[in-house]
Protein backbone atom coordinates (compact mmCIF):
# COMPACT_ATOMS: atom_id res chain seq x y z
CA UNK A 1 0.00 0.00 0.00
CA UNK A 2 3.01 2.40 0.92
CA UNK A 3 4.42 1.66 -2.46
CA UNK A 4 1.47 2.47 -4.24
CA UNK A 5 0.44 5.85 -2.33
CA UNK A 6 4.38 6.84 -3.29
CA UNK A 7 3.68 5.86 -6.96
CA UNK A 8 0.80 7.88 -6.91
CA UNK A 9 2.60 10.73 -5.01
CA UNK A 10 4.88 11.00 -7.68
CA UNK A 11 2.76 11.07 -10.88
CA UNK A 12 1.19 14.23 -9.48
CA UNK A 13 3.43 16.08 -7.12
CA UNK A 14 4.51 18.08 -9.97
CA UNK A 15 0.93 18.35 -11.89
CA UNK A 16 -0.27 21.64 -12.09
CA UNK A 17 -3.65 20.79 -12.44
CA UNK A 18 -4.05 18.59 -9.75
CA UNK A 19 -2.79 21.28 -7.33
CA UNK A 20 -5.25 24.13 -9.20
CA UNK A 21 -7.90 21.87 -8.56
CA UNK A 22 -7.25 20.92 -5.24
CA UNK A 23 -6.79 24.24 -4.16
CA UNK A 24 -9.83 25.63 -6.15
CA UNK A 25 -12.07 23.07 -3.88
CA UNK A 26 -10.83 23.25 -0.46
CA UNK A 27 -11.06 27.33 -1.56
CA UNK A 28 -14.35 27.42 -2.25
CA UNK A 29 -15.60 25.09 0.34
CA UNK A 30 -13.85 27.19 3.26
CA UNK A 31 -15.42 30.53 2.20
CA UNK A 32 -19.11 29.31 1.11
CA UNK A 33 -19.06 27.05 4.48
CA UNK A 34 -17.70 29.46 6.48
CA UNK A 35 -19.22 32.47 4.71
CA UNK A 36 -23.23 31.76 5.43
CA UNK A 37 -22.83 33.85 8.93
CA UNK A 38 -21.42 36.81 6.96
CA UNK A 39 -24.36 36.44 4.23
CA UNK A 40 -26.79 36.31 6.73
CA UNK A 41 -25.70 39.52 8.34
CA UNK A 42 -25.29 41.05 4.82
CA UNK A 43 -29.19 40.15 4.13
CA UNK A 44 -30.19 41.95 7.87
CA UNK A 45 -28.62 45.03 6.13
CA UNK A 46 -30.76 44.67 3.07
CA UNK A 47 -33.63 44.62 5.48
CA UNK A 48 -34.68 40.93 4.99
CA UNK A 49 -36.44 38.95 7.17
CA UNK A 50 -38.02 35.48 6.94
CA UNK A 51 -41.43 36.62 8.12
CA UNK A 52 -40.89 38.80 10.60
CA UNK A 53 -37.50 36.67 11.93
CA UNK A 54 -33.94 38.40 11.91
CA UNK A 55 -31.83 36.10 9.37
CA UNK A 56 -28.55 36.44 11.97
CA UNK A 57 -30.68 34.59 14.59
CA UNK A 58 -30.89 31.69 12.42
CA UNK A 59 -27.90 28.75 14.48
CA UNK A 60 -26.61 27.65 11.08
CA UNK A 61 -23.58 26.96 13.02
CA UNK A 62 -24.83 25.57 16.29
CA UNK A 63 -23.57 22.44 17.71
CA UNK A 64 -24.64 19.45 16.61
CA UNK A 65 -26.59 20.97 14.08
CA UNK A 66 -23.78 22.54 11.66
CA UNK A 67 -22.15 18.64 10.64
CA UNK A 68 -25.31 18.13 8.59
CA UNK A 69 -25.48 22.21 7.59
CA UNK A 70 -22.07 22.09 6.00
CA UNK A 71 -21.65 18.64 4.18
CA UNK A 72 -24.55 19.26 2.70
CA UNK A 73 -22.90 22.33 1.23
CA UNK A 74 -19.87 20.83 0.35
CA UNK A 75 -21.39 18.20 -1.82
CA UNK A 76 -21.89 20.36 -4.95
CA UNK A 77 -18.37 20.50 -4.67
CA UNK A 78 -17.29 17.49 -5.07
CA UNK A 79 -16.90 16.96 -8.82
CA UNK A 80 -13.59 19.55 -8.83
CA UNK A 81 -12.55 16.28 -7.03
CA UNK A 82 -13.84 13.79 -9.50
CA UNK A 83 -12.08 16.10 -12.15
CA UNK A 84 -8.75 15.22 -10.61
CA UNK A 85 -9.04 11.69 -11.15
CA UNK A 86 -10.90 12.01 -14.88
CA UNK A 87 -7.98 14.47 -16.21
CA UNK A 88 -5.13 12.69 -14.17
CA UNK A 89 -6.52 8.87 -15.45
CA UNK A 90 -7.09 10.14 -18.85
CA UNK A 91 -3.72 11.69 -18.73
CA UNK A 92 -1.96 8.40 -18.26
CA UNK A 93 -3.89 6.92 -20.45
CA UNK A 94 -3.23 9.22 -23.29
CA UNK A 95 0.93 8.87 -22.33
CA UNK A 96 0.91 5.33 -22.00
CA UNK A 97 1.51 5.88 -18.27
CA UNK A 98 -0.79 3.36 -17.42
CA UNK A 99 0.52 0.48 -19.55
CA UNK A 100 4.14 1.16 -18.55
CA UNK A 101 3.37 0.59 -14.72
CA UNK A 102 1.72 -2.48 -15.67
CA UNK A 103 4.45 -3.59 -17.72
CA UNK A 104 6.50 -2.74 -14.82
CA UNK A 105 4.65 -5.14 -12.81
CA UNK A 106 1.84 -3.10 -10.89
CA UNK A 107 -0.71 -5.67 -12.16
CA UNK A 108 -4.12 -4.21 -13.45
CA UNK A 109 -5.01 -4.91 -9.92
CA UNK A 110 -2.47 -2.80 -8.00
CA UNK A 111 -3.10 -0.50 -10.85
CA UNK A 112 -7.11 -0.02 -9.75
CA UNK A 113 -5.94 -0.07 -6.06
CA UNK A 114 -3.86 2.78 -6.55
CA UNK A 115 -6.20 4.39 -7.52
CA UNK A 116 -8.48 3.71 -5.36
CA UNK A 117 -5.94 4.27 -2.49
CA UNK A 118 -5.68 8.11 -4.50
CA UNK A 119 -9.55 8.39 -4.13
CA UNK A 120 -9.65 7.34 -0.69
CA UNK A 121 -6.85 9.92 -0.10
CA UNK A 122 -9.05 12.88 -1.70
CA UNK A 123 -11.52 12.13 0.18
CA UNK A 124 -9.97 12.12 3.82
CA UNK A 125 -8.46 15.36 3.01
CA UNK A 126 -11.67 16.46 2.13
CA UNK A 127 -13.89 15.32 5.09
CA UNK A 128 -10.83 16.62 7.31
CA UNK A 129 -11.21 19.96 6.13
CA UNK A 130 -14.85 20.15 6.63
CA UNK A 131 -14.03 18.52 10.11
CA UNK A 132 -11.92 21.52 10.83
CA UNK A 133 -14.10 23.89 8.91
CA UNK A 134 -16.94 22.58 11.30
CA UNK A 135 -15.00 23.11 15.05
CA UNK A 136 -13.75 26.24 14.25
CA UNK A 137 -16.98 28.03 13.13
CA UNK A 138 -19.07 25.92 15.83
CA UNK A 139 -16.38 27.12 18.36
CA UNK A 140 -17.19 30.75 17.41
CA UNK A 141 -20.46 30.93 16.51
CA UNK A 142 -22.32 28.13 18.14
CA UNK A 143 -24.17 29.00 21.08
CA UNK A 144 -22.32 27.94 24.42
CA UNK A 145 -25.31 25.40 24.84
CA UNK A 146 -24.45 23.13 21.93
CA UNK A 147 -20.52 23.00 23.33
CA UNK A 148 -21.37 19.10 25.06
CA UNK A 149 -22.74 18.27 22.12
CA UNK A 150 -19.76 18.91 19.56
CA UNK A 151 -19.11 15.46 18.29
CA UNK A 152 -22.83 14.56 18.29
CA UNK A 153 -24.27 13.96 14.46
CA UNK A 154 -20.23 14.00 12.89
CA UNK A 155 -21.31 10.79 11.39
CA UNK A 156 -22.38 13.19 8.91
CA UNK A 157 -19.16 13.55 7.96
CA UNK A 158 -18.83 9.84 7.37
CA UNK A 159 -21.83 9.66 5.01
CA UNK A 160 -19.97 13.00 3.42
CA UNK A 161 -16.81 10.61 3.28
CA UNK A 162 -18.71 7.76 1.95
CA UNK A 163 -20.53 9.94 -0.92
CA UNK A 164 -16.91 11.75 -2.32
CA UNK A 165 -15.54 8.19 -2.39
CA UNK A 166 -18.21 6.46 -4.33
CA UNK A 167 -18.55 9.71 -6.95
CA UNK A 168 -15.16 9.46 -7.36
CA UNK A 169 -15.08 5.85 -8.01
CA UNK A 170 -18.32 6.67 -10.60
CA UNK A 171 -15.53 9.66 -12.52
CA UNK A 172 -12.88 6.57 -12.47
CA UNK A 173 -15.66 4.16 -13.90
CA UNK A 174 -16.66 6.53 -16.40
CA UNK A 175 -13.37 8.05 -17.70
CA UNK A 176 -11.69 4.26 -18.02
CA UNK A 177 -15.25 3.22 -20.10
CA UNK A 178 -14.81 6.44 -22.54
CA UNK A 179 -11.53 7.52 -22.22
CA UNK A 180 -12.30 11.25 -23.41
CA UNK A 181 -11.53 13.15 -20.29
CA UNK A 182 -13.75 16.52 -21.93
CA UNK A 183 -16.32 14.15 -22.97
CA UNK A 184 -16.26 12.93 -19.24
CA UNK A 185 -16.09 15.89 -17.81
CA UNK A 186 -19.00 17.61 -19.69
CA UNK A 187 -21.46 14.95 -19.09
CA UNK A 188 -20.65 14.49 -15.53
CA UNK A 189 -21.30 17.84 -15.17
CA UNK A 190 -24.69 17.36 -17.14
CA UNK A 191 -25.48 13.70 -15.44
CA UNK A 192 -25.06 15.43 -11.93
CA UNK A 193 -26.63 19.02 -12.28
CA UNK A 194 -29.34 18.52 -14.84
CA UNK A 195 -30.43 15.10 -15.77
CA UNK A 196 -31.30 13.61 -12.75
CA UNK A 197 -32.00 16.66 -10.91
CA UNK A 198 -34.84 16.76 -13.95
CA UNK A 199 -36.01 13.38 -13.78
CA UNK A 200 -36.19 13.47 -9.35
CA UNK A 201 -38.39 16.67 -9.95
CA UNK A 202 -40.27 14.94 -12.61
CA UNK A 203 -40.96 11.73 -10.65
CA UNK A 204 -42.04 13.87 -7.52
CA UNK A 205 -45.22 14.87 -9.31
CA UNK A 206 -48.41 12.40 -8.57
CA UNK A 207 -48.02 9.08 -11.01
CA UNK A 208 -51.10 10.32 -13.24
CA UNK A 209 -49.91 13.44 -14.15
CA UNK A 210 -47.61 11.97 -16.79
CA UNK A 211 -48.99 8.73 -17.11
CA UNK A 212 -45.70 7.39 -15.18
CA UNK A 213 -46.13 3.95 -13.02
CA UNK A 214 -46.45 4.67 -9.04
CA UNK A 215 -43.38 2.60 -8.67
CA UNK A 216 -40.72 5.21 -10.44
CA UNK A 217 -40.71 7.72 -7.83
CA UNK A 218 -38.91 4.86 -5.48
CA UNK A 219 -36.70 3.38 -8.69
CA UNK A 220 -35.75 7.47 -9.36
CA UNK A 221 -34.43 7.39 -5.40
CA UNK A 222 -31.78 4.50 -6.87
CA UNK A 223 -30.54 6.44 -9.50
CA UNK A 224 -26.59 6.96 -9.05
CA UNK A 225 -26.52 10.73 -8.22
CA UNK A 226 -29.73 10.86 -6.19
CA UNK A 227 -28.72 7.85 -3.94
CA UNK A 228 -25.59 9.80 -3.10
CA UNK A 229 -27.75 12.85 -2.27
CA UNK A 230 -29.57 10.73 -0.13
CA UNK A 231 -26.90 10.26 2.74
CA UNK A 232 -27.34 13.54 3.97
CA UNK A 233 -30.84 15.47 2.76
CA UNK A 234 -31.61 19.13 2.91
CA UNK A 235 -31.15 20.22 6.03
CA UNK A 236 -32.42 24.12 6.53
CA UNK A 237 -36.06 23.19 6.39
CA UNK A 238 -35.68 23.30 10.23
CA UNK A 239 -35.40 26.70 10.37
CA UNK A 240 -38.73 27.14 9.05
CA UNK A 241 -39.90 24.67 12.02
CA UNK A 242 -40.40 21.80 9.35
CA UNK A 243 -39.68 18.08 9.88
CA UNK A 244 -36.58 17.09 8.35
CA UNK A 245 -34.53 13.76 8.10
CA UNK A 246 -30.96 14.35 10.69
CA UNK A 247 -29.72 11.03 10.88
CA UNK A 248 -28.03 8.57 8.58
CA UNK A 249 -30.36 6.11 7.06
CA UNK A 250 -28.34 2.74 6.97
CA UNK A 251 -30.75 1.61 3.90
CA UNK A 252 -29.71 4.62 1.83
CA UNK A 253 -26.09 3.64 3.08
CA UNK A 254 -26.63 0.27 1.44
CA UNK A 255 -27.95 1.62 -1.91
CA UNK A 256 -24.49 3.35 -2.04
CA UNK A 257 -22.30 0.38 -1.33
CA UNK A 258 -23.77 -1.56 -4.04
CA UNK A 259 -23.22 1.55 -6.43
CA UNK A 260 -19.39 1.54 -4.87
CA UNK A 261 -19.38 -2.14 -4.97
CA UNK A 262 -20.50 -1.84 -9.03
CA UNK A 263 -18.16 1.16 -9.86
CA UNK A 264 -14.98 -0.96 -8.35
CA UNK A 265 -15.98 -4.25 -10.26
CA UNK A 266 -17.11 -2.38 -13.74
CA UNK A 267 -13.59 -0.42 -13.48
CA UNK A 268 -11.49 -3.44 -12.96
CA UNK A 269 -13.57 -5.55 -15.56
CA UNK A 270 -12.83 -2.78 -18.54
CA UNK A 271 -9.39 -2.75 -17.18
CA UNK A 272 -8.75 -6.73 -17.53
CA UNK A 273 -10.49 -6.98 -21.14
CA UNK A 274 -9.73 -3.68 -22.78
CA UNK A 275 -6.40 -3.03 -25.10
CA UNK A 276 -4.12 -1.01 -23.37
Same mark, same amino acid.
Given at each position: ??????????????????????????????????????????????????????????????????????????????????????????????????????????????????????????????? #?? &????? /? @???? %?????????? =? +????????????????????????????????????????????????????????????????????????????????????????????????? #?? &????? /? @???? %?????????? =? +??????
Amino acid at each position: MKRLLQIEWLKLKHYRPFWILTGLYALLVTLICSGVHFFLIFLKNQGADFRGIDPTIIPFYDFPDVWQNITYIATYFKIFLAFIVIITTANEIINKTLRQNIIDGMGKKGWIQSKLLLIGGLSLAAT #IL &LFFIG /I @VTGL %LLSHPDGYPH =I +LTSTSFLFAYFLEVFTYLTFALFLILLIRRSGLVIVGLMMYTFAFEPFLGVLFMFPPNEFNFPAYTYDLAQLMPVRALNNLIHVPYHRYAFREIQDY #IS &LKEVF /I @VCCW %LVFYVSMSYL =I +LRRRDL
